[in-house]
């Protein structure tokens, strides 16, 4: 069996930090495999506790991010209306084109109206059910 470290970066906004604690608990907090594939992730998210929040000015937060971003494998992006509002996750969706990393978008909770940003940026769309989101991380992953 061969096993497949492979770095997830999850976009999201705070005031919606629920689809990332729930994105988060189903990559990084089981044990997952494909096949022969045993997948370990690792998380290369900006959760709350991550000192980037001390970036002085948004020059550093977004050098920072594109940090991150620059060293994932895969970009996980909940797809929610909220999205088309948020200047940082417009720039997470820059940064992933600037490094080339595949975007995936996840329909939070099976909302109706869903971001056009994201999914107009989105190598892949998945719902909101984790065994379809770690499919879609193997695949994009594998390119």
């Given at each position: 069996?061969?096993?497949?470290?492979?770095?997830?970066?999850?976009?999201?906004?705070?005031?919606?930090?629920?689809?990332y604690?729930?994105?988060?608990?189903?990559?990084f907090?089981?044990?997952?495999?494909?096949?022969?594939?045993?997948?370990?992730?690792?998380?290369?998210?900006?959760?709350?506790?991550?000192?980037?929040?001390?970036?002085?000015?948004?020059?550093?937060?977004?050098?920072a991010?594109?940090?991150q971003?620059?060293?994932?494998?895969?970009?996980v992006?909940p797809?929610?209306?909220?999205a088309?509002y948020?200047?940082?996750?417009?720039?997470?969706?820059?940064?992933?084109?600037?490094?080339?990393?595949?975007?995936?978008a996840?329909?939070?909770?099976?909302?109706?109206?869903?971001?056009g940003?994201v999914?107009?940026?989105?190598?892949k769309?998945?719902?909101?059910?984790?065994?379809?989101?770690?499919?879609a991380?193997w695949?994009?992953y594998?390119?």
């Amino acid at each position: 069996m061969s096993n497949h470290q492979i770095h997830i970066f999850i976009s999201h906004a705070w005031a919606y930090s629920d689809h990332y604690d729930i994105l988060s608990s189903w990559i990084f907090e089981e044990s997952w495999s494909v096949g022969q594939a045993s997948l370990t992730f690792c998380d290369y998210s900006v959760p709350k506790n991550n000192p980037i929040h001390n970036a002085l000015n948004d020059v550093q937060l977004k050098n920072a991010i594109y940090n991150q971003i620059s060293r994932s494998h895969v970009i996980v992006i909940p797809s929610g209306m909220y999205a088309n509002y948020s200047k940082w996750i417009k720039q997470e969706i820059k940064g992933s084109k600037t490094y080339n990393k595949p975007i995936l978008a996840v329909n939070p909770f099976g909302q109706q109206k869903k971001s056009g940003v994201v999914l107009d940026n989105a190598d892949k769309a998945v719902g909101w059910n984790k065994k379809p989101v770690i499919s879609a991380i193997w695949n994009l992953y594998r390119g």
